[in-house]
C-alpha cells in the first residue's frame, strides 16, 4: 500500500501512463529481490527513470545499505501487530514459489516465535527499526493498523515527513485508489503478473484485516505467544492486534 501511495504521491499527475502500464514491482523495485526470468532489484534500480527513486526493502535494519544512512535517505519503515504479520506470512509462504514450504499452521507458529524465518525475528525487526529511529531523524514510523483505520490520515503525515503538499483533493484520490479492494482487483499492484506466486493457493492481497489472527490461533496458542511477547517486545511499541 505505501509503495503505491508513494508512487501516485511523485508521479501519479506527471506520468499517469504509469500506472497502468508498468507494474508496481518495477515503478517500485524490490531492492533484494532476486526471482527467476527477471531482472534483479538493484537491476531494477539502476534502469528507473524517475526520480526521486522509491525503493522497497524487508531487510531488518542492519542489513540496510551504508549509502542509505550516508546520503541521508528518507525511509519509512511500515509495521503490523505480530499475530496478523504471522498469519500474513503463512499465507505468503504457501503461495510464493520461490519461498520454502511452510509446513502446517502449528509448526510455522512454532517457528515465528523463535524467528526461524527468512529475515529473522518479527521482534529484532521491529524493534530494530524502532531503535534506530530514536538516532536517525529521517525515520517515519508507521503502523499498519493505522493505515487500515484512517488511510486519509496516515497520507497526511507522510505527505508533512516528505515535504509535500498535494492538493486535498488529489490526496483523496490516492485513498480511493489504495483501498485493499480496488488495489485487489488492479493487476499493476496486486502482483498477478510477477509469475512466482500461484494464486490458486492465496491471493498476494488475500484479506488486509486486522485481527484475521483470531481465524488461526488457538486459545493455547494465543495465550502462548502473549507470555513470549511480553519478553521481546520493546515496552516503547503500543501495537493494536484489533479495533
Known amino acids: 500500500m505505501v509503495s503505491y501511495i508513494l508512487d501516485l504521491l511523485y508521479f501519479g499527475q506527471t506520468s499517469p501512463e504509469r500506472q497502468t502500464s508498468i507494474p508496481i514491482y518495477e515503478r517500485v ?19 528507473l527513470p524517475t526520480s526521486p527513486r522509491i525503493i ?30 504471522m498469519v500474513s506470512y503463512f499465507h505468503m509462504d504457501r503461495m510464493t514459489l ?9 509448526t510455522y507458529f512454532q ?26 531523524a529521517n525515520i517515519h514510523y508507521m503502523f499498519y493498523e493505522d493505515m487500515i483505520e484512517d488511510t486519509g490520515r496516515e497520507i497526511n503525515k507522510l505527505c508533512n515527513f516528505l515535504g509535500l503538499s498535494p492538493s486535498e483533493q488529489l490526496k483523496t484520490q490516492i485513498s480511493g485508489k489504495v483501498n485493499f479492494d480496488s488495489m485487489k482487483n488492479n493487476n499493476m499492484v496486486n502482483y498477478s503478473t510477477i509469475g512466482v506466486m500461484d494464486f490458486n493457493v492465496s491471493r498476494f492481497m488475500r484479506k488486509g484485516k486486522v485481527g484475521d489472527w483470531k481465524n488461526h490461533f488457538t486459545v493455547a496458542q494465543n495465550e502462548e505467544f502473549d507470555e ?8 516503547a511499541l503500543n501495537f493494536r492486534t484489533g479495533f
Request: aromatic share 18%.
Open 29 to 47: 523495485p524490490f531492492l533484494e529481490s532476486a526471482f527467476p526470468f527477471m531482472d534483479t532489484g538493484t537491476e531494477l534500480l539502476e534502469k
Open 56 to 85: 522497497k526493502t524487508h531487510f531488518p535494519v542492519q542489513f540496510v545499505p551504508k549509502s542509505f544512512w550516508k546520503q541521508n535517505c528518507k525511509i519509512i519503515y511500515v509495521a503490523r501487530n505480530a499475530k496478523d504479520n
Open 98 to 106: 520461490t519461498q520454502p514450504d511452510p509446513g502446517d499452521w502449528n
Open 111 to 136: 517457528r515465528f516465535m523463535q524467528g526461524q524465518l527468512l529475515y529473522g525475528s518479527w521482534y529484532d525487526h521491529v524493534n530494530g527499526w524502532w531503535k534506530k529511529k530514536q538516532s536517525y
Open 228 to 235: 513470549d511477547y511480553k519478553k521481546k517486545i520493546d515496552p
